[in-house]
């Protein structure tokens, strides 16, 4: 199975491509620094040059060609400006998630973000930020084409993952290590049961399967 990361440098991205790796798929992340290859090569994946926010939907289509799971996990990242958080975080999620349609992937993960809402008030950059993901994962549930699930993470640490997590449509606030985020998406990557769910994601006391196990079908 092919599945391709948008973001595929992000701190996520190679968590999660290790972790696919490992399993045996064929995994790819899309990057637009050249130099960022031989990361993505020691976790596993192959690196495809294309940058979001300039491409046209046949280009990220074509890049998408062929492969059963798409991931979007790119941001703008933080220092990054309102700008870009509508460029990368909702523009370059909308064009992913038509660019996957249109290419014929069935199975669509979006990164999101606690918060996320089209309509969250205010205008700080945050404000700006969580309009920006709200709104790129409404897109996203309106595309008849794709098996979505939108995974909606608390505050991300880099802490050491414990593998116990608790994952449900409202968690409440909380904070998540990055190790388990990506270990959540690799079990949502085969559990194609959670389509059509968004789902938060803090720290917890269940295992990472058992808790995409116990959502699927819900």
Known sequence: MRIVIAGGH????????????????????IVRDPAQG???????????????????????????QGAEVAVFAAGAGPGSGADRKD??????????????????????LMVSSMGADARHPGDEVFDVYLRAKGEADDHVRTRL????????????????????????A???????????????????????????????LVEGSAPAAVAVRDVAGN
């Not at 090569?41 to 074509?62: I, M, N």
């Not at 992913?96 to 199975?107: I, N, T």
């Not at 084409?145 to 449900?168: I, N």
């Open 10 to 29: 992000g701190r996520i991205a190679l968590r999660l491509e290790r972790l696919l790796a490992a399993r045996g798929y064929e995994v790819a992340g």
């Open 38 to 64: 031989d990361d993505l090569r020691e976790a596993g994946a192959e690196p495809v040059l294309c940058d979001l926010e300039s491409a046209s939907l046949e280009q990220v289509a074509a890049v998408l």
């Open 87 to 108: 460029t990368v975080d909702r523009g370059a999620a909308v064009l992913f998630a038509d660019a996957a349609e249109r290419a014929g992937v069935r199975r669509f």
């Open 145 to 168: 084409g794709l098996e979505w699930t939108v995974l909606r993470p608390g505050a991300l640490t880099d802490d050491p993952g414990t593998g116990l997590v608790r994952l449900e």
């Open 170 to 200: 409202s968690t409440g606030r909380g904070s998540v290590p990055r190790d388990d985020v990506a270990a959540v998406l690799a079990e949502l990557v085969e559990t194609p049961a959670t389509a059509g769910l968004t789902l938060e």
